[in-house]
């Protein structure tokens, strides 16, 4: 395992992270499943564990909680807030009153005093940077979270963060967690560029692209995962976004084969080449996945063997935007582009 500085915390956590999504009935596993991918991830040398009060509605945080029950010292804990808690209005977003309620709950469910990073699971358009950055330095100054950070911010968003932590002298956002692989490249555009501008940490979600780079699904084969069952949509191949991806993974596949290498290992090494990000976060469901995940920990690849990688996706570009989670509001809502 390698391990890298994240930001310019001081804190040197591992290239592969543990995502704790599928934890409880989103993958269908158990706590002592849970348990024993988190001792075999610890033990392979992660120390980064990543889950959202949102994953399950708590039941992540809960299980990730029991499994790291005697080993809190030797992990840097993730967890984030702001999605939909339930369909009270005000029981999601970033102001005050739901981070201080949020972060109160996300402790009592993983068992401990305090998390090392808190993220901002979406940006909040109803919400001020300053209401935000203003409630996170209160829980940093009491101790309850040592920094925090955004996930799947728009580039714009991340700098105006920053000018809005400088300007009413609050703490500011530490760390970004993209979605980022292969088959998504937009965040090497402008998200991963500001993300090095301002020293930020990154932690890159989906580098297997929930599934498509695993190996699981090629030409020919029934898809069988389990995002298939719950995301038909993402996986439907009469569509021409993963018709798209389908023709990139048999390139993909090829090139890793002609490298001695599996297509994980080729997945995971190219997203921590990047030289913005710290660490690329795994999701397995099972020990089954777990462990070539784990075995690509030191992919280095080469400087032909990435530039093969730019002629398969350029870079720059995703093979299915719409997947992303950060199309800014002022597109989705009609009210923001008509009078």
């Known amino acids: 395992m390698q391990y890298r500085t994240f930001g310019r915390t001081g804190v040197q956590v591992s290239t592969l992270a543990l995502g704790a999504m599928n934890f409880g009935s989103l993958g269908h596993t158990t706590q002592d499943e849970a348990t024993a991918l988190v ?29 790291i029950a005697t080993r809190r010292d030797d992990i840097v804990l993730a ?44 940006w909040d358009p109803r919400t001020s940077d300053e209401e935000t950055l203003s409630a996170l330095t209160d829980l940093q100054r009491a101790g309850k979270i040592r920094y925090f950070g955004s996930s799947t911010f728009p580039a714009y968003r991340i700098v105006q963060a920053q000018w809005a932590a400088r300007k009413y002298h609050l ?52 898809i069988t995962t389990n995002r298939s069952t719950f995301m038909p949509d993402r996986f439907d191949t009469t569509i021409a976004s993963n018709r798209a991806k389908m023709a990139a993974v048999e390139r993909l596949a090829a090139l890793a084969d002609e490298s001695g290498m599996t297509l994980i290992q080729l997945a995971l090494g190219f997203v921590t080449a990047h030289r913005a990000v710290t660490s690329a976060i795994i999701g397995p469901r099972t020990m089954d996945h777990l462990r070539p995940q784990l075995a690509a920990a030191d992919t280095v690849l080469s400087a032909d063997v990435l530039d ?31 009078r």
């Open 308 to 338: 093969a990688i730019d002629a398969i996706v350029a870079p720059g570009v995703d093979l299915a935007p719409h997947e992303k989670h950060d199309t800014p509001p002022a597109l989705l809502d009609a009210s923001q582009r008509r």
């Open 171 to 222: 703490s500011r956002y530490v760390t970004e967690q993209p979605n980022y692989s292969i088959l998504q490249r937009a965040v090497e555009a402008h998200v991963l560029p500001v993300a090095e501008e301002y020293g930020l940490g990154v932690l890159a979600w989906s580098p297997l692209a929930s599934g498509w780079l695993s190996g699981a699904i090629r030409e020919g084969r029934a």
């Open 39 to 67: 001792d075999s991830a610890l033990d392979g040398g992660i120390n980064l564990i990543d889950t959202a009060d949102w994953y399950g509605h708590g039941e992540s945080e809960h299980m990730v909680g029991k499994a």
């Open 79 to 122: 967890t984030k807030a702001s999605m939909p808690m339930g369909d009270e209005r005000n029981h999601r977003g970033g102001s005050r009153r739901w981070l201080v309620t949020a972060l109160d709950n996300s402790l009592r469910r993983l068992g401990v005093d305090h998390v090392d990073v808190y993220q901002i699971h979406r």
